[in-house]
């Protein structure tokens, strides 16, 4: 559905397609921005930030996975650049002028981030590393969001075929991941269920 929604934007300049859009992720994309920034306002004007940049360049875009992995990915970048801004103000300021925004913590956070996008390169070469079919089923039902069903009609297969080959994704996965520590796998696990 997103896909469609998106190709309409790109090629049509559909408002109300961009709208549904906005609506359907607006929420989720708050909550997680919040989540990263610590501060619900900031994560709204960050997600605000976020759309008007997909609208003003749609024509432009090229979406390689799903329209939710690019739009997280963006909004996880722009806290980012936010979260470094914010590391520069301490620096220069007094505490006192932002006492919410502790150049530790900010140092901490950006850490995390940074660990996390060092996770996410490594679930990608674990993904890629599966045999093929197994690969796209996955992709199919992580990255397109497709119910075991619609890849069971998609692909002429079984839905116990397709289940079968998720969970022998997600066992790979798990051995692939298996000396780090539990919460990289927290991260590791939340990635695999956003993208």
Known sequence: MDQ???SRVKSHNDQKAFEYIFNS???ALCSYASGILGNHEDAKDIVNDCFMEFWNKRQSIEITSSLKSYLYI???NLSINQLRKRKQKVTFNSERS???????EISDKIEQLQQLDKLEEQLKDAIESLPQQCRYIFFLNRYEQMSYKAIAEKLNLS???????????LKKIRLDFKDFKAV?????FNLVRHF
Do not use: N, S
């Open 184 to 188: 990289d796998q927290i991260f590791l």
């Open 25 to 27: 992720h607006y929420a």
């Open 74 to 76: 963006a909004v996880r």
């Open 4 to 6: 469609i929604l998106f």
């Open 98 to 104: 932002y006492p919410f925004y502790k150049q530790e």
């Open 159 to 169: 839905v116990g075929t397709v289940k079968t080959q998720i969970a022998r994704a």
